[in-house]
């Protein structure tokens, strides 16, 4: 049987789920292998040096640089408070002298005797990760962080905004047609991951910030919505810094889009279960997709069907993701070897997508996203 590969969005009713938690810089583990760990266990932890301030101190005592050393009360490395005297003149007779203070708390780090600058450094900025999954730890990795795995639900979407947060997952709609609509949401749903349907607007979106709501989970969403929602045109698509009170993924794309039946229903499966999102999304080199990971205590992973990841072949579930069939999903019906030409007079391989109403369409195959199950 004829098969390719293509990119494609994993939906998997249970698989194990391996997740690296690495720190910016080399810092402390705080966990050990075998160890259990829940979403909030912090694993790891160290601190960012603090910002840099300069002060140039021989402007301030209205001397040459090369005179300030001795008239420095500080030496370089010890600890400052702010509005500490750090050095001052001589003056006249024991009158007029000019002190300079420190700006910050922080560090003395340096003195420049050419240029007269001073360098402050403010305190270091801890920083702390945590597991993000409930699960276990299968590796410490020496000073940078550590592995947890899980056997858990795992949704990838096609896009999405904002970082990594968690909550207990909460259908909204009935079905993954309806649309997630403000009335829909009131205090039950505060600190909670909401499943909606086929959209979400602008509106609705604020009222679940304002509401407490740590994710939503749709099948569209207005692209000019999200430039008024950032506050800005999104170019190249790398996101998950936004620092909007929300997490966002959509399932399908932009617009009015049905989510796929399969993806709704197995993600209503899991209600009441803590579901960790992350609205990170990357579509240029080193692609990064938005994902939901709901572990799944108990559960052993399925037995693989024996396919290669990113196989396709007759009967998979594919999604059109360029015009004119851009949203659409169906599976597919066929794969011709040979290649064919198309308007632009390119020679590429291509498939028969069915749709759901029977329809049976040629598309080229770099127009398709597989959806793995």
Known sequence: MAFAYTPGLRVADCTLVRKERRLPLAGE?????????TAETIVAKTHLPGNVKML????????????????LFVKEGESIEENQALGQTKGFFGLFKNTVRSPLEGTFESYNKITGQAVLREPPIPVAIDAYLLGSVTEVLANEGVVVEAYATFVQGIFGVGGETRGELKVLTDGPADELTEDLIDESCRGKVLLGGSFVSYTTLNKAIRTGVKAIIVGGFDDKDLKEFLGYELGVAITGHEKKGITLVLTEGFGRMTMASETFKLLKSREGLLASVNGATQIRA??????????????????????SAGAMDIGSPVRCIRAPYFGKLGTVEALPAELQVLDSEAKVRVLDVKFDNGEIVTVPRANVELIEE
């Open 29 to 37: 583990t705080l966990v050990s292998t075998g160890d259990s760990v």
């Open 56 to 71: 140039n101190i021989a402007n301030v005592m209205g001397l040459p640089p090369g005179d300030i050393p001795e008239l």
């Open 286 to 307: 080193g692609v990064m997709r938005p994902e939901v990971v709901i572990p799944l205590e108990g559960t052993e992973m399925e037995k693989s069907s024996g396919k």
